[in-house]
């Protein structure tokens, strides 16, 4: 038998994979809830204006669309707060793009959070559910855009 020894592996140096791939892994689910709510405020629109021909005839019902839009929250949430969390515990990075990152982060999650809470307790549903999405997930892309422009490349 042979001994190999041991391997010694620093949690901290898989922080920023796991970071960037939990975030990434966020936004794609919230994109497709937003995809989603598109698809939700065109079937309201089709049948508040009784179109039932072309596209129209062709979404799912409201009802699904509801609840597939509510799961992809979910997952979202889950998943940005884990890369969020991530984010934070990753050793400090000198300079003030990385503290403007993260709390963009922190507030993205937060109105996220709030969304969702706000669901769950039958708060927000249907079409107001579905502006919303669209609306916070613009606001996320404008409020990164810039906290990400700060980082330096390495």
Not at 17 to 42: E, P
Not at 122 to 129: A, I, M, S, T
Not at 134 to 145: K, P
Request: net charge positive; proline share 5%.
């Amino acid at each position: 038998m042979s001994h190999l020894g041991k391997v010694e592996i620093a949690p901290m140096q898989y922080l920023p994979s796991v970071h960037a791939v939990l975030t990434i892994l966020g936004y794609c689910f919230l994109a497709a809830q937003v995809a989603n709510a598109v698809l939700f405020l065109m079937q309201d629109y089709a049948l508040r204006r009784r179109r039932f021909k072309g596209v129209f005839g062709l979404l799912p019902p409201l009802r699904q669309l509801d609840r597939v839009g509510a799961q992809l929250l979910v997952a979202g949430v889950l998943l940005l707060t884990g890369g969020v969390v991530a984010g934070i515990a990753m050793p400090a990075a000198a300079g003030t793009g990385a503290r403007l990152n993260v709390a963009a982060g922190v507030f993205i999650c937060a109105a996220y959070a709030g969304l969702l809470f706000f669901r769950k307790r039958n708060r927000v549903r249907g079409p107001l559910f579905a502006k919303i999405s669209v609306l916070l997930f613009i606001v996320a892309l404008l409020v990164l855009w810039p906290a990400h422009a700060t980082l330096s490349p390495s």
